[in-house]
């Protein structure tokens, strides 16, 4: 090395042979021609826009949108509001079918994955044509379907189908259903429904503490569920049912009253999600057939029931399997939520990326914050599954 | 959800594209490239639409090919670049089209906020409710709690919510992308009413399979100045699109007919003579050639002309004149005069 050192006017052809110093300057320069790239489409972007007189400026969030939303379940919004506002409204749709979507396509998934194993020929066939029907129609036609099926197909609002003596009725403009009012008193049942969770968890650590240490087993899902339904009914009971019902009634041109599940959301969240089941459902499979045969006769011979050597065995071990795929299946059940705008949804794109893009003609600056926020939302889905990733891998001790 | 697509090329053009694709020099661009690129709308009966051919017709396809013929000597050299409300200033701003020719109110945000060039208007419209007959409402201010279909992206949005927050009363907005999608959504009942310009009302009862079923309510509720845009920082091309719209109306003021421009040639009115260009170099100081005018009359017609071929009372959309007829016949058309 010495000697090597000493040779200083080849210094350069020096750092370049050796292997550490190489890999070195090959990262330099890299970033230097990502970095380069990105300037130069910095510079065309600000090139560009003053070309056509414009300014890149954020302002335009604090201007009053003027236009209104027709799906804001969440929060107060009226065309006075502010283009930031009808943002947040279109951040709210999109996380509201978000979540929706990806717990109807988990529990669809699994069911036509577990479907699609099982040795019944017909179960596993239905399970088999629907998956390879689903998944190879683009997500997009399926959702255009169901909302011309909903839309033309279901009732117009004044011949709507009227379900549970006239407390549900089902119509092209939404499924319609009672709300709950909640009258003095319905606090101290939420109250109780809390503790009763709390009372819940607190049972299953204790149950399974007791198994570790003796042995026995107690039904735990039992006497949660009993624990769930039984203290809040008695609270329910003792003050008095606290709780009464906003019926919707037909008056004028349409519904009041009660909740509604409008046809953009219902289209969107069904053909979302039983796309995204399709997929789910191969990889349950998947995940479950990689788990060696054996593990069932070897826990079979320790003398475990099915459903155990299920629940302990297989589930656990599948779960590996599972989860990660999982995850980029929720990813794009979020990201293909911004097909909503087909329909008339009010996602963000809708919204933001949308028609405030277009009252202000700020492009740039709108699909920016879009792109922010679908980064934003993957990137928690990301960071929540990875931690459910660790907490279900093999432990090694 | 090819619209969407485009938007985002449009934006990716923003990011990539060659600086310069907005800036002066659009006449020789298109001269070079031998073909006009309009953008009109995705489909609206009588105004933009392709034939069974799949050749676009309507009255502001017509305008492009006015352009066209001004501009390249042959109405035909135009080429339609579709786009949605919410598409179509991204498109001009991009570079994707020269000239917008897609049934567009002029407004402030538009013109100062979009950074577009407006240069007249070509049909005056406003904002109008049709219902089906059977719901038997006869007035706007009885529509308290419909459900309204709109297309998002345009300035009826804005009024919309503007007229029911001043009458007081509650509505659902159904938003949609294109006028087709907002027939269908209005003809299953999805929504009461669909709002949208008199104009394309008109053009959307007519395609609908019982015309005589649905009503246009009475009440219109905005002023919608329909007309060409550009891109800012092109004066030139300004100019030409500027008095192509004039050339068309000036004519039809003069009598000069697709029919007579030939004899008209021969006019003694000196007006005539210098929109034709036979005296005068209006031409070659528009940088078009001397006759540019006379072939708009001579290949699409003068203004009355297009008015009464697309949309005209002998079409199926049957739209009287009404603000629309010369300012001489108790309308509003008015054009500078040639001189």
């Given at each position: 090395m010495t000697t090597l050192t000493n040779q200083t006017p080849k210094g350069l052809s020096r750092l370049w042979r050796n292997k550490e110093s190489r890999g070195v300057i090959i990262q330099i320069i890299t970033m230097a021609i990502v970095f380069a790239l990105l300037a130069a489409i910095g510079r065309n972007v600000v090139v560009n826009l003053e070309a056509v007189g414009k300014d890149f400026s954020f302002d335009f969030l604090s201007w009053?949108?003027?236009?209104?939303?027709?799906?804001?379940?969440f929060i107060e919004y009226t065309n006075k509001s502010t283009h930031l506002m009808a943002g947040v409204v279109g951040l709210l749709n999109t996380l509201l079918i978000a979540f929706w979507g990806c717990i109807l396509a988990t529990l669809l998934g699994f069911l036509l994955g577990i479907m699609r194993l099982s040795s019944n020929w017909l179960v596993s066939r239905i399970s088999y044509v629907f998956v390879e029907f689903v998944r190879n129609v683009p997500v997009l036609i399926h959702i255009l379907a169901i909302y011309a099926i909903?839309?033309?197909?279901?009732?117009?609002?004044?011949?709507?189908?009227?379900?549970?003596?006239?407390?549900?009725?089902?119509?092209?403009?939404?499924?319609?259903i009672p709300a709950p009012i909640y009258e003095t008193g319905a606090g101290w049942v939420g109250i109780?429904?809390?503790?009763?969770?709390?009372?819940?968890?607190?049972?299953?650590?204790?149950a399974r503490r007791v198994q570790d240490q003796t042995g026995k087993i107690y039904p735990v899902f039992w006497i949660s569920l009993a624990l769930l339904i039984g203290l809040p009914g008695i609270a329910l009971i003792g003050t008095g049912f606290p709780i009464s019902w906003d019926i919707p009634e037909l008056k004028g041109f349409n519904f009041q009253g009660g909740m509604a599940i409008k046809p953009e959301f219902l289209a969107l969240w069904l053909g979302l999600s039983y796309y995204t089941a399709a997929f789910i459902a191969e990889i349950v499979r998947a995940g479950i057939t990689a788990v060696s045969h054996g593990q069932t006769e070897a826990a079979h011979a320790l003398g475990l029931r099915p459903n155990r050597t299920l629940q302990l065995i297989i589930v656990p071990q599948a779960l590996r399997i599972i989860v990660p795929p999982l995850c980029s299946q929720y990813l794009n059940l979020t990201k293909n939520s911004s097909l909503a705008i087909a329909i008339g949804y009010m996602d963000i794109t809708a919204t933001l990326g949308g028609i405030s893009l277009m009252q202000t003609g700020k492009e740039m600056e709108t699909m920016l914050?879009?792109?922010?926020?679908?980064?934003?939302?993957?990137?928690?889905?990301?960071?929540?599954?990875?931690w459910f990733n660790s907490r279900i891998k093999l432990t090694e001790r | 959800m090819k619209q969407k697509a485009t938007a985002v090329l449009s934006a990716a053009a923003l990011l990539f594209g060659a600086a310069g694709t907005a800036q002066a020099g659009t006449l020789e661009d298109v001269q070079s490239r031998g073909v006009l690129r309009c953008v009109v709308s995705t489909g609206i009966a009588g105004f933009a639409q392709p034939?069974?051919?799949?050749?676009?017709?309507?009255?502001?396809?017509?305008?492009?090919r006015a352009t066209a013929a001004a501009v390249l000597g042959d109405a035909s050299k135009m080429e339609a670049v579709t786009s949605t409300g919410k598409t179509r200033f991204t498109k001009l701003n991009a570079g994707e089209g020269d000239v917008l020719w897609r049934n567009t109110t002029i407004t402030f945000s538009r013109d100062v906020g979009v950074k577009l060039r407006f240069h007249g208007v070509n049909y005056y419209d406003g904002q109008g409710f049709m219902v089906k007959k059977s719901l038997g409402v006869t007035s706007a201010k009885q529509l308290d709690g419909a459900s309204v279909c709109i297309q998002t992206g345009t300035t009826t949005e804005l009024n919309l919510a503007d007229y029911f927050a001043a009458n007081n009363m509650k509505y659902e907005p159904v938003t949609i992308e294109t006028n087709d999608e907002a027939r269908q959504n209005y003809e299953s009942g999805r929504c009461d009413v669909y709002t949208t310009d008199a104009s394309g009302l008109s053009s959307t009862r007519s395609a609908l399979p019982n015309p005589g079923d649905h009503i246009v309510l009475p009440e219109i509720i905005s002023k919608e100045p329909l007309g060409p845009a550009t891109r800012h920082g092109d004066d030139q091309w300004s100019d030409i699109v500027t008095w192509v719209l004039n050339a068309t109306i000036t004519a039809e003021e003069l009598g000069v007919t697709m029919a007579n421009v030939d004899q008209m040639k021969s006019s003694k009115n000196p007006e005539v003579l210098r929109l034709?260009?036979?005296?005068?170099?209006?031409g070659q100081e528009l940088g078009l050639s001397q006759d540019w005018a006379y072939q708009i009359i001579k290949q699409i017609g003068n203004y009355g002309e297009i008015f009464e071929r697309n949309i005209g009372v002998n079409t199926p959309l049957g739209i009287e004149r009404g603000l629309n007829a010369l300012w001489t016949k108790g309308g509003l058309m008015y054009s500078p005069p040639f001189r």
């Open positions: 009053p949108a003027a236009y209104d939303i027709g799906f804001s379940p909903v839309v033309t197909i279901l009732p117009a609002t004044r011949q709507a189908l009227s379900l549970g003596g006239d407390t549900f009725f089902l119509s092209n403009r939404g499924f319609y109780v429904l809390l503790i009763s969770i709390a009372l819940a968890i607190g049972f299953k650590r204790w914050i879009v792109m922010g926020v679908y980064l934003i939302i993957s990137l928690l889905i990301s960071s929540f599954m990875n | 034939d069974a051919n799949g050749v676009w017709r309507g009255f502001d396809v017509d305008f492009c034709l260009g036979v005296d005068g170099n209006q």
